[in-house]
């Protein structure tokens, strides 16, 4: 046995602020808690990771369904799955493996992060505002749930202040600053600030 630190999947996301042809971020590894699991676990889930970084999500999910099952303890393995189910358009298992791992992990915030992402990707946004909030709630200092909200917030719910206060939280938690996410922040605070001057001189 050893210590092992797991981590969500990389992902790409086609969305930005104020930007019709957004080019993609890549978002965060999400660091889940230490624990320890059998180093075969853990040299399997490292050769899933490595086919989703080179989008082979089918071959992905090969690898880490049977693990999922095996190993429900872990549950980022099975929020792993459930990404690489979501690529490969099986959006309904996905979301299965999701309820059963947040039904065993209830404050699992990478696995509340990807339920956000389903909900919004199916136009069900109020429930996505829920799961975001709730893993930055039991989280603070997961980036990848307030990059995500942050989206949610600018492009689908058009609550730009509040979208720009999750793209700055996430901006402080990355070691390196997003540039991209840069560009959204100023863009948005400029629209805000026009939107500000423009209700004063109507008044």
Not at 23 to 33: Q, T, Y
Not at 34 to 39: F, H, Y
Not at 137 to 150: E, I, R, S, W
């Amino acid at each position: 046995m050893r210590s092992w630190l797991t981590a969500a999947a990389v992902l790409l996301l086609t969305a930005c602020a104020g930007n019709p042809t957004p080019s993609a971020p890549r978002e965060p590894v999400a660091n889940a808690a230490a624990v320890e699991i059998p180093d075969e676990v853990a040299r399997d889930y490292n050769n899933a990771q490595t086919l989703l970084s080179v989008e082979d999500y089918a071959g992905a999910a090969q690898i880490l369904s049977p693990l999922a099952n095996r190993y429900p303890q872990f549950p980022a393995i099975a929020t792993t799955l459930a990404i690489s189910l979501r690529h490969t358009e099986r959006v309904e298992e996905s979301m299965a493996v999701l309820e059963a791992t947040l039904a065993a992990h209830p404050e699992y915030a990478p696995a509340l992060n990807e339920v956000g992402i389903l909900y919004r990707e199916a136009g069900r946004f109020e429930e996505a505002e829920a799961a975001y909030l709730k893993a930055v709630t039991v989280k603070p200092d997961y980036a990848l749930a307030h990059f995500n909200f942050g989206i949610l917030l600018d492009l689908y719910l058009a609550r730009h202040e509040q979208a720009v206060e999750h793209y700055q939280r996430y901006q402080e938690l990355v070691p390196d600053e997003d540039k991209q996410v840069g560009r959204w922040i100023a863009d948005l605070n400029r629209r805000l600030q026009r939107n500000t001057r423009a209700a004063q001189v109507a008044q």
